[in-house]
């Protein structure tokens, strides 16, 4: 049996007309595999995406530095407090001495506006007021002014020192002002100003605790007698309500300590009945 030489050749045709297709194939794949590798990847890359958006929030948490702060207080050493005894001088006891000083007066001629007269001014109700923040002055002043007479009140300032070397408290009226005045034609002239702080130009000086020195005897168990000294040393003023409180340290031995306070009377204080005003400044 002889076989055609067609049947024969088409076992070959069949081959190459499938390796044309296998070849198309590829010729296709390469064309159609990065568009559709590309395409996938978008869409694997939106639902990555879309996963990370709606996650559930971790909690988050939050932490609180605090910062400590060190605060370093020196400590001052405590002063020695003054108390082994105190002096109190009342303001009664200081008013009693200035009332004691007598009338404080002034007269003397006046000019204003072509008008001559005399004045003349009385001190009535002086007084002393001690307080703890400030101490001051008050008094009455009594004014004649040619045609017119008239009372007006006076405050004033005071200091009140206390000198530990001299033992010496002083008490100074250091400003009191009040103003001479007179009426021409219904209106208000001024003469001038009357410091009454000129007129106690000395202070009231009382004596201090210091001089408050002492001793006391005492009987030993062998029949003799020992003898104590008590002095005071160092001294502290304070202003109260109404008094002025002087505190002291004390030391005590058994053997006599050297004077050194001179012992000075306790009030100081000059009387005056009439004091004469200077003479009138001419405007």
Known sequence: MVLSKELVE??????????KFYLCIIDVMRILLPPIFCFLSLISFSQAVKTTTTAPKSPTVTTKTSTVLVKTTTVSPVKKEINDFAVSLHEETVNKVLGA?????GTNDYEVMLIHGKYHWTIQNP???IRPD???F?????????????????IGNVKITYDNNKN???IQISRAIFELYTHIFGKKVHIKDIHLEEYFKDPFTFEGPRTMATDMEFTMPDSTVKKIYVQPTECKMELKWKEICTACEVAVSDKPFK????????????KTNTVQGAQPQKK
């Not at 008050?138 to 006076?154: E, H, M, R």
């Not at 004077?259 to 000059?270: F, N």
């Open 168 to 170: 010496l408290i002083a």
């Open 127 to 129: 007084r002393i007021n």
């Open 134 to 136: 400030s101490s001051d």
């Open 10 to 19: 088409m076992p070959l045709v069949i081959l190459s007309y499938w390796n």
């Open 101 to 105: 000083v007598g009338d404080i007066k």
């Open 138 to 154: 008050t008094c009455d002043a009594l004014v004649n002014v040619g045609p017119i007479d008239y009372k007006t009140q006076v």
């Open 259 to 270: 004077p050194v306070i001179k012992v000075t009377p306790p009030i100081e204080a000059v």
